[in-house]
């Protein structure tokens, strides 16, 4: 099991920034890659950032490239998604993601991955 919470979202207006939080509480999180993943209402869960174990490449879809900076910490086991220029738009839950079975690759696909957080709310007011 790797337990993952969440924590640092909040109400932002548009240009703002957050910086979320994902923490294990077991060490076993730095054998995983790790995936950052936001659901907003009547949407499918959809992938935003994805760091590998080792933290030698990240990935992000288009929408947030430029914006957004997924990074870990081995030491803590957390794992941080910094969030620049937030947009309406990014009005979601927020979910960290771990487990994916093969170490070479960050899936896009959530339902490759097992362990999740609870999630947590960001609001970007216009």
């Known amino acids: 099991q790797v337990p993952l919470v969440e924590s640092g979202g909040g109400e932002v207006q548009a240009g703002g920034s957050l910086r979320l939080s994902c923490t294990a509480s077991?060490?076993?999180?730095?054998?995983?890659?790790m995936a950052w993943f936001r659901q907003a209402p009547g949407k499918e869960r959809e992938f935003i950032a994805g760091?590998?174990?080792?933290?030698?490449?990240?990935y992000y879809t288009d929408s947030v490239k430029g914006r957004f900076t997924c990074t870990r910490d081995n030491v803590k086991n957390t794992l941080y998604l910094q969030m620049n220029n937030l947009k309406p738009e990014d009005t979601a839950v927020y979910y960290c993601?771990?487990?994916?079975?093969?170490?070479?690759?960050?899936?896009?696909?959530?339902?490759?991955?097992?362990?999740w957080g609870q999630g947590t709310q960001v609001t970007v007011s216009s």
């Open positions: 993601a771990a487990g994916a079975p093969d170490p070479t690759i960050v899936p896009r696909n959530p339902y490759e991955y097992i362990y």
């Open positions: 077991t060490h076993r999180f730095r054998i995983y890659n």
């Open positions: 760091i590998t174990w080792n933290e030698d490449n990240t």
